[in-house]
């Protein structure tokens, strides 16, 4: 497993992040206890979890499952960079979610407490709450560091301009600020290229990409439904992406076999060859896809692959491949 420095920070992450949403929902205990073990074994050591996984307001599921296997020692704790998010509501009562003073402190210690640790290696915002100014949120955000409650700070589904206005309220305090973002980003959905990418750029924060496979469009799905399994791309927003992207999903998942090598590789390794990229997360249901994930670490995509690859999924604006303005004006 390779490492990297995440964002401008000292902090080192694997190239892989263990996202641990379908922990709870999906998968048993036990079961999630081995992956987080096996993701040990193949030097995964950055999780992503957030409050609100599991999707049982206030209960914390997928945290508390988290906070289990850290207590059954092992340096389970010790080897792991966990990073969680707050936003979400957490309660039916007022101020039981977004980015108030009260729901920062709140939900900080709810999460050490399901947790059982006594600090967050990365503190994320789910979402830009617009109606908290970021003094407040700046100030909320530097007694958790000072108490020793967090260690850094990042955002998740962030506009470029969020991020510019957080980095810069930050720095008129004398604060670190921002050193991640967490932005949907996939061959299918490219839109964080635009503004996202140039500005995360800018104030060095790593990108950190969810649904790296597009819900599992890019991970196989016209292959896995002639096999009669798929079953994630046959119904709701995973069927109609299937209908409308359906003509490219089939070139890219000729030019993977063409390759040999899975579709969901594929997908993961073009994100490990975009700059700014630190690690996208993968969501495992079973050890044996957490197995299989482990070759997009490794695959090296050659610039004729690329091209192709930016072919059938171009980038957003008329004059793809270039940051905005360029890219929608000369």
């Given at each position: 497993m390779?490492y ?6 000292g902090?080192?992450v694997?190239?892989?992040c263990l ?6 929902p999906?998968t ?10 096996r ?10 979890t ?9 209960e914390g ?23 969680t ?5 957490m309660?039916?009562w007022p101020?039981?979610n ?15 407490r ?8 990365l ?23 000072q ?5 850094y ?8 301009w969020h991020?510019a206005?957080a980095q810069?309220a930050?720095?008129?305090?004398h ?5 991640s973002?967490q932005s949907i980003?996939?061959?299918?959905n ?9 500005a995360?750029k800018h ?6 990409p969810?649904s ?11 292959r896995?439904?002639?096999e009669g399994?798929g ?5 709701g ?7 409308k992207?359906q ?8 030019l ?24 996208p997360i993968?969501g495992?249901r079973?050890t ?8 997009a670490a490794?695959?090296?995509l ?14 957003p604006?008329p ?8 890219a929608?004006?000369w």
């Open positions: 390779e990297t420095n995440l964002g401008r920070s902090l080192s694997s190239r892989l996202g641990t949403m379908n922990f709870g999906e048993t205990e036990p079961d999630s206890f081995t992956i987080m073990d993701a040990h074994e193949h030097g995964i050591n950055f999780f992503d957030a409050n609100v996984y599991g999707w049982k307001t206030g599921v997928t945290e508390n499952i988290i906070g289990r296997w850290f207590a059954t020692g092992g340096l389970r704790r010790e080897k792991t960079v966990i990073a998010k707050l936003y979400g509501s309660s039916d101020n039981g977004l980015l108030s003073a009260l729901n920062i402190r709140r939900a900080c210690d709810d999460s050490l399901r947790m059982q640790t006594d600090y967050i290696d503190y994320q915002m789910h979402h830009v709450d617009r109606a908290t100014p970021w003094d407040e949120i700046w100030e909320a955000f530097s007694v958790l560091r108490q020793g409650k967090v260690l700070f990042g955002s998740s589904n962030f506009a470029g991020l206005q810069e930050a720095r008129a305090r604060f670190l600020g921002l050193v973002e980003y996939n061959l299918l490219r839109w964080v290229e635009l503004e996202v990418l140039p995360a104030y060095g924060l790593g990108v950190i969810w790296p496979l597009n819900g599992g469009l890019l991970g196989g799905a016209l896995k439904q002639r399994g079953a994630r791309s046959n119904s927003r995973a069927k109609e992406g299937l209908a992207h003509d490219a999903i089939e070139s890219y998942e000729k993977c076999a063409d390759l040999g090598e899975d579709p969901a590789n594929v997908g993961l390794a073009w994100l490990l060859h975009q700059e700014g990229v630190t690690a993968i495992p079973t044996e896809q957490l197995d299989g994930s482990l070759r490794e695959l090296k050659d610039a004729e692959v690329l091209t192709k690859l930016d072919e059938l999924f171009p980038a604006g004059n793809g491949s270039k940051p905005a303005p360029e929608y004006a």
